[in-house]
T-cell receptor
């Protein structure tokens, strides 16, 4: 079974631009979560989508948004990019029915904001 | 200026020795704990998990111990191998009502010396 895939793997943007990242979960998984990983803050939860609805949200500004499609694929968008948004953005998928469902992570998208 | 990164504790062990990685958590209401391994350039990889109603759980070469009294979690790796070199994160889920919203620890760098 194919793992979680994320595209693109690397991205360079400039301040003020916006960016969209994509995540394809493992087949059959209905929950997709997004995390930001930086050297300064570590791994931080952004949001979770389940059956096309945002089920949980972390403490990030409204510039960070996401959505999930009927095939469970998910996208996250960051508008008005800031230098501090440079990070590794990780997507994780799980079956979603229970909090103990294992979350499987993708390789991440490395975003650099110049 | 240059951002200050998290200071990752480092554990250096000899190949073949046992490793013990520790983690303290803050929320006594957390129900579910997971250990992840992250190799350079990759997303976190699930190792083992434990529910709060358990004290110990064993997997292949790994054991997780949970001490709820002092809110402490540990990961023991038997016969550590070079392939075990990575950053190890503990994570907790604080949503007994469902959903996935993992809170990660800062991580421990495990270095295996030949």
């Amino acid at each position: 079974k194919a793992g979680v895939t994320q595209t693109p793997r690397y991205l360079i943007k400039t301040r003020g631009q916006q960016v969209t990242l994509s995540c394809s979960p493992i087949s059959g998984h209905r929950s997709v979560s997004w995390y930001q990983q930086t050297p300064g803050q570590g791994l931080q939860f952004l949001f979770e989508y389940f059956s096309e609805t945002q089920r949980n949200k972390g403490n990030f500004p409204g510039r960070f948004s996401g959505r999930q499609f009927s095939n469970s694929r998910s996208e996250m968008n960051v508008s008005t990019l800031e230098l501090g948004d440079s990070a590794l953005y990780l997507c994780a998928s799980s079956l979603g029915g229970s909090m103990t469902d294992t979350q499987y992570f993708g390789p991440g998208t490395r975003l650099t904001v110049l | 200026g240059e951002s200050v990164g998290l200071h990752l504790p480092t554990l250096s062990v000899q190949e073949g020795d046992n490793s013990i990685i520790n983690c303290a958590y803050s929320n006594s209401a957390s129900d579910y704990f997971i250990w992840y391994k992250q190799e350079s350039g990759k997303g976190p990889q699930f190792i083992i998990d434990i529910r709060s109603n358990m004290d110990k759980r064993q997997g292949q070469r790994v054991t997780v111990l949970l001490n709820k009294t002092v809110k402490h979690l540990s990961l023991q790796i038997a016969a550590t191998q070079p392939g075990d070199s990575a950053v190890y994160f503990c994570a907790e889920n604080r949503l007994p009502g469902g959903g996935n919203k993992l809170t990660f620890g800062t991580g421990t760098q495990l270095k295996v010396e030949l």
